[in-house]
C-alpha cells in the first residue's frame, strides 16, 4: 500500500496537530457524571476521538462513555481489533519540565501524560487507517479501533464494552513494546495469613501489591543483629526500632530492587528460631524463584516463574500478613499455581488470592505474531525475535491478541513518569509500522 503510506507521511503535521488536542483533555479519572463514568474530561475527549474518526467517514460507537470504537468496514468476516486507551495516570506538574496537558513540542519531541501510553499509539492507528481509506483500500476484515477509558485503573472499560460487542477475531494492543510481546505470564498476588509473631514484634514493609519494598520497619523488645549496612537501629518507647532501606522494582522483576524484608527477616528468624512464621519467611518466600518454597516452575515459552514478597503488616493480635506478587510461566493456569501454593504451604497459613491473571500466549509460529514480526522485521530492516515478559499488558484482556509497540528497543521509556514525551520522528514510524499491520492483517 505504497500510496497510503506516502498519505500518511503527508498528513503527518495533522496527525501531530490531532494528537495534540487529545493530550489536551486531562483525562485522569475523576468522578462519574452521567454517560461519563470515569468523569467528564475522559468522556470529552472519547467524544472528541470519535467524532475526529467519524469526520474521516469512519462508524463510530460510544459505548456509555465507557469506551468506543471506530471501524472501517470489511467485505467479508473477521475483525481485526486495534486495542488501546485514552484514559492516563496521574501527572504532578510541579515534576513537569513542560506542563503535562499542553503538548508542547521541544527539540523534536512533544511532551505530555499520554503521548506514549496511549494516546500516541492510538492516534497513530487511527490516522494509519484514515491513509488506507483514502488511498481506496477495502478491507476483507472489519478494521476496529477500540478506544478504552480504563485502562489504568480498574478496565471497568474493557469489561463493560465486551458485554456489548464480540471479541474481534484478532487483536494487537498498542500498548507494550516492539517487536511483539506474545507471552505474558500468569500473575498470581495474594495474601499469605501466616502465624503470630514473638511477643512484642511487629513488622511493617511495603504499600503495593506490585513493587518490591523499599523500605521495612521492625519494632522488637530485643536488639536485633543485622548483616546489612542498610539496617539502623535506634532504641524506641517499647524496645527497639530497626529500619531497613531497600530499592524499588516492578513485582514482576523482584531481581532488579533490593528487598527492604530480607535482612530483617533473616535477622528476627535467627532471633527467634522456633517461629514459624519468621522461618517460613526467611526461609522460603524471600527465595525470588521459588524454589526453597518448591514452586519453582519453568517452561521452554517463558521461562522461570519469579516470586517477590511485597507488602508485610502484622495485625493488633501478632498475625502477620504477606502479600506476595508470584509471575508464573505461561503454559500454566491460576487453579494449578494455587494448588501449587497450597501444597507447599504450611496448612495453617491461608492463602487468600487477590488480583490474579491468567497468562497470555499467542504462539510465535501463529498467523498474527508472524504477520506482526514480518512487517516489523521488514519495515526496520532488523531480525528480531517476538518478547516474553512477566509484566501485564492491556493485550490479556481479549484472546488472540498480542502487543506492537509504541515503545522501541533500547528507547528510553517515560511512561507514567514526569517529562512522558514522544519522539516524532519515532511516532512518524511508528504510524507506518501500523499501517502495514492493519493492511496486512485486514486485506
Ligand atoms: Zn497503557
Known amino acids: 500500500m505504497k500510496s497510503a503510506k506516502k498519505i500518511l507521511n503527508d498528513e503527518f503535521d495533522e496527525l501531530v496537530k490531532s494528537l495534540q488536542n487529545v493530550i489536551r483533555f486531562n483525562t485522569e479519572k475523576s468522578q462519574p457524571a452521567p454517560n461519563a463514568p470515569f468523569g467528564t474530561n475522559v468522556a470529552s475527549c472519547l467524544e472528541y476521538t470519535l467524532n475526529l474518526a467519524k469526520s474521516f467517514g469512519l462508524d463510530v460507537y460510544n459505548c456509555d462513555g465507557y469506551a468506543g470504537h471506530a471501524e472501517l468496514t470489511g467485505t467479508g468476516d473477521g475483525t481485526v481489533g486495534i486495542l488501546g486507551h485514552l484514559d492516563v495516570v496521574p501527572a504532578k506538574a510541579e515534576e513537569w519540565l513542560f506542563p503535562p496537558y499542553a503538548a508542547e513540542i521541544h527539540d523534536g519531541k512533544l511532551y505530555g501524560r499520554g503521548t506514549m501510553d496511549d494516546k500516541g499509539p492510538m492516534i497513530a492507528c487511527l490516522y494509519a487507517v484514515k491513509a488506507l481509506k483514502e488511498a481506496g483500500f477495502v478491507p476483507s476484515k472489519t478494521v476496529r479501533l477500540i478506544f478504552g477509558c480504563d485502562e489504568e485503573s480498574g478496565m471497568q472499560c474493557v469489561e463493560h464494552y465486551f458485554s456489548k460487542m464480540p471479541y474481534p477475531t ?12 506474545n507471552r505474558e505470564k500468569g500473575i498470581f498476588q495474594f495474601d499469605v495469613v501466616c502465624g503470630k509473631l514473638p511477643q512484642g514484634i511487629t513488622v ?76 517460613f519467611l526467611s526461609e522460603k518466600v524471600l527465595d525470588t524463584t521459588g524454589d526453597k518454597w518448591g514452586i519453582a516452575l519453568c517452561d521452554e515459552e517463558s521461562g522461570r516463574l519469579t516470586c ?97 509497540g509504541p515503545l522501541f528497543p533500547k528507547e528510553e521509556q517515560t511512561i507514567h513518569m514526569p517529562n512522558e514525551c514522544i519522539i516524532l520522528e519515532n511516532l512518524r514510524t511508528m504510524a507506518q509500522l501500523y499501517l502495514e499491520a492493519i493492511y496486512r492483517l485486514a486485506k
Open 170 to 181: 484478532v487483536s494487537f494492543s498498542p500498548d507494550g513494546d516492539f517487536p511483539v510481546i
Open 204 to 279: 511493617t514493609a511495603g504499600e503495593r501489591a506490585n513493587v518490591v519494598p523499599s523500605l521495612c520497619t521492625v519494632t522488637s523488645p530485643v536488639p536485633l543483629e543485622a548483616n546489612s549496612s542498610r539496617v539502623t537501629c535506634a532504641t524506641g518507647e517499647n524496645g527497639y526500632v530497626c529500619t531497613c532501606a531497600g530499592k524499588a522494582a516492578h513485582g514482576s522483576t523482584p531481581d532488579e530492587g533490593v528487598n527492604a524484608t530480607h535482612p530483617l527477616l533473616t535477622a528476627l528468624a535467627k532471633a527467634f528460631p522456633d517461629n514459624a512464621t519468621l522461618k
Open 308 to 404: 517477590s514478597l511485597d507488602v508485610l503488616r502484622t495485625a493488633a493480635d501478632g498475625v502477620l500478613t504477606a502479600t506476595v506478587d508470584i509471575r508464573f510461566p505461561v503454559t500454566y493456569t491460576c487453579k494449578q499455581m494455587h494448588d501449587l501454593l497450597r501444597a507447599n504451604t504450611p496448612s495453617e497459613f491461608q492463602i487468600v488470592p487477590q488480583h490474579t491473571s491468567e497468562p497470555l500466549f499467542v504462539p510465535s509460529d501463529s498467523s498474527l505474531v508472524t504477520t506482526l514480526m514480518d512487517v516489523y522485521n521488514g519495515e526496520m530492516r532488523t531480525q528480531l525475535q517476538p518478547l516474553a515478559i512477566g509484566g501485564g499488558t492491556y493485550s490479556r484482556c481479549l484472546p488472540n491478541c498480542v502487543a506492537f
